[in-house]
């Protein structure tokens, strides 16, 4: 069983589109984040929830608007893309959510904004 | 700031060799310091991590590393390199923001293993 799982892997769009990334845990946590990874490889946050509830917006674009339906869930959708949101986003949870938890990550989502 | 310095964009290993992977943070206070390794197509899994106590912890897959407060430094290392060792390796320091974790990364070493 896969322990955080996200969808798709790959998402290939055009400029302007709308498009959202699921992800789900299956590991009881209650905490979950959004993390992105630019093509330089630089990995930043970008959200938290803890217990269905946003934690940290890491000044990220009105257009990402992350929503979390349930503890378990944690999905991402991005309005109007544009070519910079290109880059590998990545799911992780942790148990709590305190400062020196391990966090358990998704595999990613590639997207590519042509 | 706070921030994660990885000076070594990618570095190559001979296979059985040692290895160390150099990493220091700009911090106030005592951080919390992590290790994740990232392979080719794959989320970060956590080598290991400090937060108090013995200043040298081990990891998983035979990885250590030791925190040094005097040099800000939290290097990695393993007496010999297996091939499946080569990825991307991130150290990360585990801010409490608003309570909660925030990883602040550093950009990465890319670990390259020749036979």
């Known amino acids: 069983d896969t322990a955080v799982s996200q969808t798709p892997k790959y998402l290939v769009t055009q400029m302007g589109n709308d498009k959202s990334i699921k992800c789900e845990q299956n590991?009881?946590?209650?905490?979950m984040y959004w993390y992105k990874q630019d093509s330089k490889k630089f990995l930043k946050i970008m959200f938290s929830y803890n217990n269905k509830e946003l934690i940290i917006n890491e000044t990220v674009p009105n257009r990402f608007s992350p929503k979390s339906p349930d503890k378990a869930h944690l999905n991402l959708h991005i309005n109007s893309l544009e070519l910079g949101d290109s880059a590998v986003y990545f799911c992780?949870?942790?148990?709590?959510?305190?400062?020196?938890?391990?966090?358990?990550f998704g595999s990613g989502t590639q997207l590519s904004v042509l | 700031a706070q921030s994660v310095t990885q000076p070594d964009i990618h570095i190559t290993v001979s296979e059985g060799a040692s290895l160390e992977l150099r990493c220091n943070y700009s911090y106030g206070a005592t951080p919390y310091l992590f290790w994740y390794v990232q392979s080719p197509g794959q989320g970060l899994q956590l080598l290991l991590k400090y937060f108090s106590g013995d200043t040298l912890v081990q990891g998983i897959k035979g990885f250590e590393a030791e925190f040094k407060r005097s040099q800000s430094s939290f290097n990695l290392r393993k007496p010999s390199v297996h091939w499946s060792d080569a990825a991307e390796y991130f150290c990360a320091v585990g801010l409490a923001d608003t309570g909660f974790q925030k990883l602040v990364f550093g950009t990465g070493t890319r670990l390259l293993v020749s036979p």
């Open positions: 590991l009881g946590h209650d905490t």
């Open positions: 992780a949870s942790s148990q709590t959510g305190v400062a020196n938890e391990k966090l358990f």
